[in-house]
């Protein structure tokens, strides 16, 4: 996953005002496509051009905003390295091109790394959801035609009619 390396690119995605949150972790997100009001031009336009906040398409990219309220260095860095290694894991969870700001709660110093797991997964999960778009090249089937098993997205088994419970 790329990084947001520029003032520019992060107030571009905080603008926006869509996020998700738990106890210890804020994610504010920017989908291509989803906003009217940017319009995407060219790829190579974008790069001539120094338009940052125009996300091409395929491309997923991630900005960390862990404030001193969270602790002296040494615990901002442990959660910046936390945030980095489950947003990797997690990565196949998210739309094929976002923009993330992964804002750490000052509670976030404190969290495990199993509780930190846990709400990322829920939250990559709750932005799919209200982002109605679906990863790994999926876009043609709906969220209720998905079955979540582990961490892998697959086809669920529907029943026909006549199969089922017979008396």
Do not use: W
Request: aromatic share 2%; proline share 4%; glycine share 8%.
């Amino acid at each position: 996953m790329e990084r947001l390396r520029s003032h520019r690119e992060f107030t571009a995605v905080l603008r926006r005002h869509h996020r998700v949150s738990s106890r210890d972790l804020v994610i504010h997100y920017s989908i291509p496509g989803s906003d009217q009001t940017v319009t995407p031009l060219p790829v190579a336009s974008v790069a001539h051009e120094g338009r940052h906040d125009i996300l091409p398409a395929g491309r997923r990219r991630m900005g960390l905003a862990v404030s001193k309220n969270v602790g002296k260095a040494v615990t901002r860095n442990k959660v910046k390295r936390r945030f980095r290694q489950l947003a990797g894991s997690k990565e196949g969870l998210l739309p094929s091109s976002c923009d993330l700001v992964m804002r750490a709660k000052p509670s976030a110093a404190r969290a495990t790394y199993e509780q930190l797991e846990e709400q990322v997964d829920r939250l990559f999960r709750d932005l799919m959801r209200k982002t109605g778009k679906i990863s790994g090249g999926s876009e043609g089937r709906t969220q209720s035609d998905l079955q979540l098993v582990g961490s892998k997205r697959q086809p669920a088994q529907r029943l026909e009619a006549n199969e089922g419970c017979r008396a």
